[in-house]
């Protein structure tokens, strides 16, 4: 009889995931890019619709033509009309609308076709890191990038038919910097930037990137030996 040690094994062990194959290859990866990609885009354009006929009081309508024929960037704000926070969470969140015509942070106003070039390119980088980064079993790494899809898709739509950006989330309003300190425009809120769906799932998938990147090293590791 053949001993233990060889005796052939009813349960092989489980192969690393870096064995598994890569992603373009896997129709399960493809299906949850496409899935959740399509969900974070729809959260997004549908959450700047309803928050644009709400939060004001009044529907607000912006049309491309008013923000380009503006004389500076700067004047963007006058296309809305004054109203007064909605108080969500007291402290924590408020809906205020307010039209962003440059980045993240509104750095770059007024430099639309590069932020849509920019965007663009991005947005290939992201389809480049999901096939060449990832195999088939790496399911939040997959969300990772459909969640930068779904925000650079976002505000690309915005920039290309409203050139600008549509922002309504206020996260820690009137909370401000400890031991007076301000930030270099002078305000002292510790987050005085309003932002939109789009910008939060960027920073999620960004997140679940890194994670991915920084448990690949030991998983590979595992894999070569």
């Known amino acids: 009889m053949p001993n233990d040690a060889t005796a052939p094994q009813d349960n092989p062990p489980t192969l690393p995931a870096a ?4 992603a373009w290859r896997c129709r399960r990866a ?11 885009l729809v959260a997004d354009l549908v959450s700047k619709e309803i928050a644009f006929a709400r939060v004001a009081g009044d529907p607000v309508v912006i049309h491309r033509e008013d ?15 004054y109203h007064a926070p909605v108080n969500v969470i007291p402290g924590v969140l408020d809906f205020r609308l307010v039209l ?7 750095v770059g106003a007024g430099q639309r076709w590069f932020f849509v070039l920019f965007t663009t390119v991005a947005l290939g980088v992201a389809v480049w890191v999901f096939a060449t980064w990832t195999r088939g079993r790496d399911t939040a790494a997959h969300i990772g990038v459909a969640c930068v899809l779904a925000g650079g ?12 950006v549509r922002d309504f989330i206020h996260p820690l309003p009137g909370v401000n910097l400890p031991f007076g300190m301000a930030w ?10 309003v932002s939109n ?21 030991p998983a590979k590791q595992q894999a070569t030996a």
């Open 19 to 22: 064995s598994a194959p890569p």
């Open 30 to 40: 493809w299906i949850v890019l496409l899935v959740a990609t399509l969900l974070g």
């Open 67 to 81: 923000v380009l024929t503006l004389p500076s960037p700067a004047m963007i704000g006058s296309l809305l009309p």
């Open 100 to 106: 962003n015509p440059g980045a993240v942070f509104g």
């Open 153 to 164: 898709l976002g505000n690309l739509y915005d920039r290309l038919k409203f050139a600008c």
């Open 184 to 193: 270099p425009s002078g305000d002292r809120q510790i987050w005085p930037w």
């Open 197 to 217: 769906v789009a910008d939060a799932l960027l920073i999620v998938g960004i997140a679940l990137l890194l994670i991915h990147l920084w448990r690949g090293e």
